[in-house]
């Protein structure tokens, strides 16, 4: 993704400690990466509080944060890995739980599922890194904003028909992606998408 003018000015002006780059930051992604975060973490009240953390984690650490593509996909991947830490440590602590209160098989294998889950999520996003930027950015739009087919067309000035030929493409390459993984990746498609 690119970087645009606006993205820079808003930037710029987070680096400069203004505070109405910051309130833009805010009011322009809040909503979009609590969507986001939802479709990671369950919990209402956690996934925003996470997009809350990185967003004043953002702000706080404005002048050491040096961003490589666009600040909406800097912010997009600070909430995934957030979200997975948030699992990962939840997770630890269930399984700490489980070794005190039982010891059951089926506790064993929930843990195992949440595991493979967790290594899903970070082996879909590592391949949707990886699509070629036009490709990724219809993809995200459509995935992740919600945003239908014929309006990614109209933002971006594509037809429909390039819209979804790219949607396919990222689609074949996740499933060429996620061979060894067909089952959860299965459940998880029906899941997320």
């Avoid at 996470?50 to 909430?79: C, T, W």
């Avoid at 269930?94 to 290594?119: C, F, G, P, S, W």
């Avoid at 070629?132 to 109209?154: H, L, V, W, Y």
Wanted: glycine fraction near 4%; charged fraction near 30%.
């Amino acid at each position: 993704m690119q970087t645009t003018i606006n993205e820079i000015e808003l930037i710029q002006g987070i680096e400069r400690g203004e505070e109405s780059a910051f309130q833009e930051l805010f009011l322009k992604y809040y909503t979009q990466l609590v969507v986001f975060a939802r479709k990671v973490i369950v919990d209402d009240d956690l996934a925003r509080e996470l997009v809350q953390d990185v967003i004043v984690n953002f702000y706080e650490k404005r002048g050491a944060i040096k961003i490589h593509s666009s600040l909406k996909a800097h912010l997009y991947q600070s909430v995934r890995n957030r979200c997975l830490n948030q699992i990962k440590h939840s997770q630890i602590r269930r399984d700490h739980h489980a070794n005190i209160y039982q010891n059951t098989k089926n506790d064993e294998m929930y843990v195992d599922t949440k595991l493979e889950e967790t290594e899903l999520e970070q082996k879909i996003f590592s391949i949707i890194q990886a699509l070629p930027n036009q490709c990724k950015r219809i993809f995200e739009m459509s995935r992740f904003d919600g945003e239908t087919n014929q309006e990614i067309a109209d933002k971006l000035q594509l037809s429909k028909r390039t819209v979804e030929t790219q949607i396919s493409k990222a689609l074949k390459v996740l499933r060429k992606g996620l061979d060894g993984y067909l089952d959860l990746w299965i459940m998880l498609f029906y899941l997320l998408f």
